[in-house]
């Protein structure tokens, strides 16, 4: 017995595994990995946030503001804009609340525009001249990220001053033309050529090509969609878009003192919103139900709060005209639930007919591109200039993003799609693919990281902070901006609520947790800590005290 006792390691009596390597038993690894949070895999802009809202705890604003502007150059601007999915899928929300992710980036996006920060200098200066045809979200992202690359850029404009659809068709108490103003300045600035008040037609095309390398169709929707019960009656039934453009350029159209809006989405929202501030009385008609409505939420709940009818759920079936007015004759509906996707078809509710007398009726129901003049120059389908995956259309040289090229018109999505077409032109002009940074070997084809993959121990609950509004009495009256940005203080809490899900903080839980020393510090490692194969037995406490899953385990294959 004396022999057999003098060949077992000390390990047995001290506990410790640096002299018995006990990683050689073991069917499965401690991995440190750095795997992707829920809320960028739900940014349309690809936005790093937890690695922008961390530099924001740590009051690192400009960082914070130079992560942003990676993908964004409008924070600002998205900031007040953003129909706010990567909120919808946050970890926190399955505790005590989505982090505020985009009163945040309005926070951020203020600050630069007041501490008066600029872009960079591109780096390079190429030869290579590319032309970006519209003004609105995508073209500005397009023009940005194209010209931060080094790349010469002409941006055409129909519109005497930059900013589309920002500049023309959000109402002022959303969105500020100062800060629309501010943040297409800063891009203008990097240096891209601005030819403003001149409209591009397909007949244009040949004669650009000439003298470009490459050209970016981005002129927006603007040709509004009809509904055919209403009559052509240009004094009592306007189109949404160019009530809007009317009123943010100073000359609002006429309008009867009752006003009916058509439409369930946040140009609706908008134009009943801007009707009411112009002392008219507005009620909105929309076939969805409240809860599957187009619009956010908070932007149906804005404009029921100050006064607004909103009748969900119904149609007009058809329209009489009695002297100055006009007679809806209405009917609830159900929307079928058999159709195909984008496909609404209303189902009439019996007996549920009613009517309204309306002196204006506003029509918001959707807007076309205008592409009469490119159908012979670029494939067109269902009404949209055809791209492929990559932005190109179907002539050489030319790419298309935004709303003249896909149906889902939201603003951070065309800054998004703009990011990428530019990369996908640069591409096409010989530099090579962007790649995102990934740090980890496999770190892309990690799934995101889920709630429970949240060790909740180490995040004390705090409340969700909304950005305040003015009061409803008080907001109507004037076309003053409704919403204020979060305070300092706010904004510092929202930052701290971050889960920083899969990105590791650099707590040393693993270090601390380990019961056998396999997880040490080591500071060559892009991932901060190294690994120990020879003592790791696989057994998940670095997993489990891990606050943000950025720990996991993986199946030994030896």
Known sequence: MAGIESRVPSIWTTGWTDILNTGTWRNAIAVHQKRPAPC??????????????????????????????????????????????????CNRAEYDGAVSINALEQYVGDLAIRKGWVFPVPPIELDQHVAVIGGGPAGLSCAYQLRRKGFRVTLFDANPELGGVLRYGVPEYRLPKKTVAAETRRIVDLGVNVISGQKLTGKDLGKIEQEYSAIFIAFGAHRPKSLPQFPDDADRVLDGIAFLRSVRLGSPAELGQKVVVIGGGSVAMDVAGSALRLGRQAEIIALEGREVMPAPEDEIEDVVAEGV??????????????????????????????????????????????????????LAVGQDPELADWEDQVRVAKG?????????????????????????????????????????????LGQPPALRDVTAIGAAQEPDVAFADIN?????????????????????ASFA??????TDEQALVQATRCFSCGACLECDNCVYF??????????????????????????????????????????ETK
């Open 40 to 89: 960028h895999g739900g940014c349309p802009v690809d936005g790093e946030i937890p690695v922008w809202v961390q530099q924001v705890r740590n009051e690192d604003f400009k960082a914070a503001w130079e992560t942003l502007v990676e993908n964004n150059p409008l924070p600002a601007v998205i900031g007040r804009t953003c129909h706010r999915p990567c909120e919808g899928v």
């Open 456 to 476: 909740t121990f180490y995040f004390p609950p705090r409340d969700r902070s909304e950005r305040d509004k003015v009061a409803a009495e008080v907001r109507k």
């Open 514 to 555: 380990c019961p056998d020393m396999a997880i040490v510090k080591d500071s060559t490692s892009p991932l901060y800590y190294k690994v120990l194969e020879q003592y790791c037995k696989g057994c998940g406490c670095c997993l489990e005290e891990c606050p943000r899953g950025a720990m996991g385990v993986r199946e």
């Open 309 to 362: 009818r909103l009748i969900d759920g119904a149609m007009v079936k058809t329209v009489e005209a009695i002297s100055k007015s006009l007679r809806l004759h209405c009917i609830k509906v159900k929307l079928d639930p058999d159709t195909p996707i984008g496909v609404i078809r209303p189902l009439e509710v019996s007996g549920t007919e009613f009517t309204l007398e309306a002196d204006t009726v506003i």
């Open 384 to 428: 949209m200039v055809e791209i492929d995956a990559d932005y190109r259309t179907s002539r050489q040289g030319i790419f298309a993003a935004g709303d003249v090229a896909s149906a889902e018109r939201f603003v951070s999505t065309a800054v998004g799609e703009g990011r990428k077409a530019a990369n996908s032109i640069a591409q096409y």
């Open 481 to 486: 901006e409704i919403r204020l940005g979060l």
